[in-house]
């Protein structure tokens, strides 16, 4: 799994010109699932990012956590995560999971920060989305498993 977390003050998530998803202050996480990925996977990346000190205290250092603002956070698939461009100048996907099992993952991803207690909003699988995002400091962290 490979994820882009970024930090925002709101972020949201159109699909067919409807918003589907939408978050105030908390984390937007660009999720790709690998052919290789498991729920173990899903468990550590959650458990990490649940816990990753990337939001300022009242001395101005990251040093909270999305769970200590009571933040949100909006996940969104992006299976070009897995893109491998060492050859040529079109992207191969080949190391990306297959769309079943990728959906699953991510779903059960999304179900797992929502145990840790988070409240999680999803764009829709595979669909063709647009995504809004105002990125808080700007800090963008770039985690796999």
Known sequence: MKTVIQRVSEASVKVDGKTVGQIGA??????????????????????KIASLRIFQDENDKMNLSVRDINGEILIISQFTLLADCKKGNRPSFIAAGKPDKAKALYEYFAERLRVLGFHVETGIFGADMKVSLCNDGPVTILLDR
């Open 26 to 47: 908390g984390l937007l996480i660009l999720l790709g699932v690998a052919q290789d990925d498991t729920e173990a996977n899903a468990d550590q990346l959650a458990d």
